[in-house]
C-alpha cells in the first residue's frame, strides 16, 4: 500500500511568483486536503477536495487554488507569492470526505524570498 | 466555530517519568479529537482519537488521552517517557460534518532527559 506522497520536499520561490506543489493520494483514498503549517504553528486547512471539486475551503484568499484528477491526486497553486507564504505544505488523504481518519505527507517546504 | 488550545510551548521531562500535555476544545456540537505527532523534517502520524465511544482512548507507541466533556479537555499521556518519544504534538478538533477538517492547536515540543 502506498502512503500520501508529495513532491517536492523543498523548494525556493521568489515574491511575485507563481508555484504548483503536488500531491498522491493514498491507494483507495479518494479525498485530499490541504493544509498549511506556518514556523511553529499548527496546521491551517487551506481547502478539500472530493470528486474533482473542492469540498470545503478555510480562510484563505483566492490566489490559492487546487486541482483533483480522476486518479484522486492533488495540486495546490498559489499565484502573486507573498513573503508570509513559506511554510510547510501538507497534503492528507482519506478514504472520503467524511472519514475522520486523514493520512499526512511529509510535506513540501515552500521557502519565499 | 472549532478551537484548541495547548498550553505552553514546550514541555521536558526525564526518560522513564510521566508525559501530560494538555489539550482543551471549543466546539459547539460533539467533536472528534485528535493527537498527532510530528517528528523532525515529517509529516503528521496520528496516534489517537476520539469519536464519541469510549472516553478512555488509547493510541500507539504506549500514549492514551481521555475525554472529559465537563472540563472540555483532551490530554495526552503516557506512563513513561521514551527519548524516541522527544517530537511535536498537535491536538485537533474535527465536526463530524461534510467535509472533517481538522483545527489544529499550536503545538507541544516535547523534549526527553536522559
Known amino acids: 500500500e502506498t502512503g500520501v506522497t508529495q513532491s517536492p520536499t523543498h523548494l525556493i520561490k521568489t515574491r511575485g511568483q507563481q508555484v504548483t506543489l503536488r500531491c498522491s493520494s493514498q491507494?483507495?483514498?479518494?479525498?485530499v486536503s490541504w493544509y498549511q503549517q506556518a514556523l511553529g504553528q499548527g496546521p491551517q486547512f487551506i481547502f478539500q477536495?472530493?470528486?474533482?471539486?473542492?469540498?470545503g475551503r478555510g480562510n484563505f484568499p483566492p490566489r490559492f487554488s487546487g486541482l483533483q484528477f480522476p486518479n484522486y491526486s492533488s495540486e495546490l497553486n498559489v499565484n502573486a507569492l507573498e513573503l508570509d507564504d513559506s511554510a510547510l505544505y501538507l497534503c492528507?488523504?482519506?478514504?472520503?470526505?467524511?472519514?475522520?481518519?486523514?493520512?499526512f505527507g511529509q510535506g513540501t517546504r515552500l521557502t519565499v524570498v | 466555530a472549532q478551537s484548541v488550545t495547548q498550553l505552553g510551548s514546550h514541555v521536558s521531562v526525564s526518560e522513564g517519568a510521566l508525559v501530560l500535555l494538555r489539550c482543551n476544545y471549543s466546539?459547539?456540537?460533539?467533536?472528534?479529537l485528535f493527537w498527532y505527532v510530528q517528528y523532525p523534517n515529517q509529516g503528521l502520524q496520528l496516534l489517537l482519537k476520539?469519536?464519541?465511544?469510549?472516553?478512555l482512548v488509547k493510541g500507539i507507541n504506549g500514549f492514551e488521552a481521555e475525554f472529559k466533556k465537563s472540563e472540555t479537555s483532551f490530554h495526552l499521556t503516557k506512563p513513561s517517557a521514551h527519548m524516541s518519544d522527544a517530537a511535536e504534538y498537535f491536538c485537533?478538533?474535527?465536526?463530524?460534518?461534510?467535509?472533517?477538517?481538522?483545527?489544529f492547536g499550536k503545538g507541544i515540543t516535547l523534549s526527553v532527559r536522559p
Open positions: 466546539s459547539s456540537v460533539p467533536p472528534y
Open positions: 491507494s483507495g483514498h479518494n479525498t
Open positions: 476520539y469519536t464519541s465511544a469510549a472516553t
Open positions: 492528507a488523504s482519506s478514504l472520503s470526505p467524511g472519514n475522520t481518519e486523514a493520512f
Open positions: 485537533a478538533v474535527s465536526d463530524p460534518g461534510a467535509n472533517s477538517k481538522l483545527t
Open positions: 477536495y472530493y470528486r474533482e471539486e473542492e469540498n
